[in-house]
């Protein structure tokens, strides 16, 4: 009998020594199941074929082209990344819907002598389960927000938080992104694959405890914030760093040694901010790049572009919701104590204590 998936927290406990997705490549790369590996029954160019030949000639025919071009995979499988496989091996398989090209996989599995199981509804199922928990579902424990203008150090204390055993929602770690312009950390997931890595997130938080999110927008570079955690980010009491803009400077001349380090890459990023601002601003900003003074660059850019934002942003908050921490230093030596401060007002503000 295949699997049926009933909630999120089913996949940390079934019992299975891998998990194969045999869809097409592009579909493994816009999402799939959590640890999932790639086999692919029909590439991309192959599955497009076949659905060709359903429309335009029949169901049979396609049915024959693609059965053999699913065996002749499964063959270079078994010969290739199967080959080291025991006879104790026990994989779960799936494709979009629980259909033919992993029931055709297994059945060929299965005959080798693995003992092997499908999921009921395939993928498709299992999106259905991620679309519930982030469209339809409130979020499932209380929230805080940690807020702080640019350069606040905010991720590096919240991975502070989280070795220290507060429960934290890392959006950006998800996003593989700082949230910046000048952000970017290499290739993001796609729009489904942040919302299941974010989902897999929510499963296993602790409801009965706070959880810490940083600030965001409502997109994390290319990602969009999923409905309901948006929902409750809106309406979540913020902690707000105020930290001087020189150790702000500072923390971001280190923390963004990849862009600094790129030359090319930081002029380009400078000119994409020309549609928004005075070509002298910029130009002044590029003179500060290859002179290379980057403190003062970074500096400039909060005073200039930055800073401006967040207050219109803050300006319409609710003050009751607000609960502001100073952080006169930002040096690496004290954010720890920095972290335990944010740590104990967190516990306040879910407490309700003052």
Known sequence: MPIK??????LALLDFDEIIDVRAPAEFADDHLPGAISLPVLDDAERARVGTIYKQVSPFTARKVGAALVSRNAARHLEGPLADRDGSWRPLVYCWRGGQRSGSFAIILRQVGWRVETI????KAFRGLVVDAL???PFPAPMVLLDGNTGSAKTELLHLLKAGGVQVLDLEGLANHRGSLFGAMGPQPQQRGFET???MELARLDPTRPVLVEAESSKVGNCRVPPALWTAMKSAPRIVLNAPLDQRAAYLTRAYGDVIAD?????DTLDSLRPYLAGEQVDAWHAQARTGDFTALARSLMEVRYDPGYARHRARMDPARVSE???PSLAPEDLPGLAARIAARVTELSTGET
């Open 197 to 199: 890595a974010v989902a």
């Open 325 to 327: 921490i100073e952080a």
């Open 120 to 123: 009921e509804g395939g993928y």
């Open 263 to 267: 030359e090319a890459r930081l002029h």
């Open 5 to 10: 998936l009933t909630s999120l927290s089913d």
């Open 135 to 137: 469209y339809e579902q």
